[in-house]
């Protein structure tokens, strides 16, 4: 059993994955809260123990990170937790994957097990659609591949602007709206947000098949909002929420393999 770690500018997943994609707990802590490596031992090994996991039990950690200040924190930390060492992925591990862009130590490392994950699983060339803090797009061919993508604001951007920077536009959840055209302002805003998001990852999808010229492009929804967003897009053929922690897994089994 691994320890993975998706650490992302808002949330950290952590995850306790068996084999490769088995996915056996996972849970969300805040990226955001600033924390000494004494406090992250404190929360994860509680968090673990309550699970029913102990760190005795895991081969090894691994993590993705695109916050450096909490990498080198939670490095440290892990190494204290897990037995069996800690693997952070990044541009420089030595994956089965390509990164052709224009600089690969750019590209971030959630962005890097995804490609390693849709190789592995997928086996075709495919869209990652991750709905995390950011939205982005990655396109990944079959043989793993990153030629490049899109970063859009997240799903949860025009919520949080629309509460700071009106005055009486109230704050609203990101549900589905029952109906397109709303008849109260707390409906007209859910549609607006929830729809707009809908039809900009359609709109997006589209755009990125032509232009890449992969009509047939496999298109998978990951992260955090896939759940509730993938199955209401035309475009999103697979949800899997769990993607980048199956990759940070697979990461983790070649790299010591190696």
């Known amino acids: ?12 997943v952590v995850g306790a994955v068996t084999g490769r994609d088995r996915v056996e707990g996972h849970w969300r802590i805040s990226t955001q809260v600033p924390r000494t490596a004494d406090e992250y031992v404190y929360l994860l090994r509680g968090m673990l123990r309550d699970a029913g996991f102990g760190g ?8 993705a990170s695109v916050v450096p200040a909490a990498t080198d924190v939670l490095v440290p930390t892990l190494e204290r937790l897990v037995e069996g060492g800690v693997i952070n992925v990044d541009a420089e591990s030595e994956l089965p994957i390509r990164l052709e862009v224009d600089d690969p130590r750019t590209v971030g490392a959630d962005r890097i097990v995804n490609t390693l994950a849709a190789r592995e699983i997928f086996g075709r060339d495919t869209i990652a659609v991750d709905l995390g803090t950011a939205t982005t797009y990655d396109c990944i061919t079959a043989e793993g591949v990153f030629v490049g993508g899109v970063i859009a604001p997240g799903v949860s951007a025009g919520l949080e ?17 029952e109906t397109v055209v709303g008849t109260r302002t707390e409906t007209c805003i859910r549609s607006g947000i929830f729809y707009g998001v809908i039809d900009g990852i359609d709109g997006m999808v589209a755009r990125i098949r032509e232009e890449w010229g992969r009509p047939e492009a496999l298109v998978v929804a990951t992260g955090g909002f896939a759940p509730l967003v993938g199955p209401h897009t035309r475009s999103v053929e697979v949800t899997e929420p769990f993607l980048t922690l199956y990759g ?11």
């Not at 059993?1 to 950290?12: A, C, I, K, P, R």
């Not at 005795?56 to 993590?63: M, Y």
């Open 1 to 12: 059993m691994q320890l993975v770690l998706d650490v992302g500018n808002t949330e950290t």
């Open 56 to 63: 005795e039990r895991f081969d090894r950690a691994v993590l």
């Open 161 to 177: 602007w629309l509460g700071r920077r009106t005055a009486k536009l109230p704050r609203v959840e990101m549900v589905p709206p």
């Open 248 to 258: 940070l897994a697979i990461a983790g089994e070649l790299l010591t393999d190696r």
